[in-house]
């Protein structure tokens, strides 16, 4: 069976840490930020009106909550990078896009384990990866390799129209 499109991805500290901040859907994100926001006003509101156990409180909790968002980044990243293999700081393969599903192998072996479209929930673009997520929350990063953009838009169409509940962000 011939695959319609084959890109090549890699994934290592360097390219989780360049797109961290979409790690986690826009969704959640937006939630988190929304949720400092308001315990950050919350705290100011207090101050001025001179409770200061409750400014303590809503301050001690946006700091709280902003700090568990940088550290829940830095987990998954390192949950991702154990997940390749002990002792491995890189993994480079190919996702091959067949009409059914697509397939992920290692760079060398074309034989590996099979993705259904209907797992990927969001694809985002950076300047150097467009990153596939699946629904458990796994991350493709695939290199821009693109010859060109008709290309690319191309491979996104085939993508989308595979699986419409598929949200882009950040495409470019």
Not at 77 to 82: A, D, F, P, V, W
Not at 131 to 159: G, H, Q, V
Request: charged share 20%; proline share 2%; aromatic share 14%.
């Amino acid at each position: 069976m011939e695959s319609y499109f084959v890109l090549n991805g890699s994934i290592n500290k360097k390219i989780l840490n360049s797109i961290k901040k979409h790690l986690y859907p826009p969704s959640f994100t937006r939630f988190i930020n929304i949720t400092i926001f308001i315990s950050g006003a919350l705290a100011f509101f207090f101050f001025l009106l001179k409770i200061n156990l409750l400014t303590i409180i809503f301050l001690i909790g946006a700091l709280v909550i902003y700090v568990e968002k940088l550290l829940s980044r830095r987990i998954l990243i390192k949950k991702i990078l154990n997940i390749i293999g002990p002792g491995q700081s890189s993994f480079n393969y190919k996702l091959h896009f067949y009409n059914s599903h697509m397939t992920l192998s290692d760079e060398l072996n074309e034989s590996g384990f099979d993705i259904n479209y209907s797992n990927i929930s969001r694809i985002t673009e950076t300047k150097e990866n467009i990153a596939l997520f699946t629904r458990e929350n796994m991350c493709f990063p695939i290199n821009i390799s693109f010859s060109d953009n008709n290309e690319k838009y191309e491979w996104l169409d085939y993508i989308v129209e595979k699986n419409k509940k598929i949200k882009l962000y950040n495409i470019q």
